[in-house]
């Protein structure tokens, strides 16, 4: 794997100056954490390095909340996303399956998609909830983005995976190959302990396919009792990197609105004549899961939960969906 890097002083004024030609978002510390901001001159010294995650997902830049369909804007310029953790860019891939099918491909979707640049972050460290390796993901990215991207030091360290992500390097005169070799091994060795680190936390929470088994099989019992705390509020389904369902709201003038929906709020699936096949709180709150663990990995080749953890941290009644799957594991009394 090559790597190349550049001085931190010059990669901020190369980003800088790339301000002109993009519009560039990075995660960036601030005072509740991380999360997405549009970079400029003030901000490009708080960008987030090696660390997980934005509190925002990725989806947010590809499926906005609401859009207008009918007559939406193209974009302006070419759009430079800088911090995305590995959970996320694997949760585009489920995206493009559904919104790049070859039959019925988003024309917004795709815009989007073909006018980003994708620069990944190495994560060396966890936050509480994060489990991408135990649903097979590595906290740090060799594939799906254009670039990826640690700082060591004074150094910013590149790894170029895509062609797109090689045209945008070709712009920093100063970058270079990295040839230090004390430098690739610490890298190595945080990737290592990055990873050993979630394994360690996450002991005894089953896989993906072993998760789709258990709540497939699970009873009634154990959904209302977790259901009990649920106020559905959407939060879980909103805040996911893979979650996509949406609403198309006709207004005047023929507009077509899409808005995404989720499967948690009261009246997802009611239909014509008042029919309500979840109207119980438990049916609902079992719909998520069998969504994602069950009904996606029939239908898509790609995961539909990669690990991120946002679900279980914007929960307001604090409902742990890992403690769940455990408490449903093989094993577990």
Known sequence: MQYLSIKKEEWDKAIEQLLLSYIIFAAVDNEFGIDYEIVNSENIGRISYNKAKPATSLKTFFLPVKENVTSGAPLKK??????????????????????LDKDFNDIFYRERRENTILISIDCFDKQEHCHCT??????????????????????????????????????????????????????????????SLLIESNKGLPDYKATGIIVKNAGDEIWKRYSARCVSCGACATICPTCTCFLLIDKPGFEKIKQLDACQYPGFERVAGGEDSLNELPRRFRNRYMCKYVWKPQKFSSIACTGCGRCIEACIGKINKNELFMELAPGRS
């Open 78 to 99: 070419q759009r430079v996303i800088i911090g995305a953790p590995n959970c996320d860019i694997q949760g585009l891939k489920l995206l493009d399956e559904i919104y």
């Open 134 to 195: 135990s649903y097979g993901i590595k906290p740090w990215s060799d594939a799906d983005a254009d670039l990826a991207m640690i700082r060591t030091g004074d150094l910013i360290v590149l790894r170029i995976i895509s062609p797109k992500g090689q045209d945008f390097v070709n712009q920093f005169s100063l970058v270079q190959a990295l040839r230090d070799e004390n430098i690739i091994s610490e890298i190595d060795k945080a990737h290592k302990k990055a990873e």
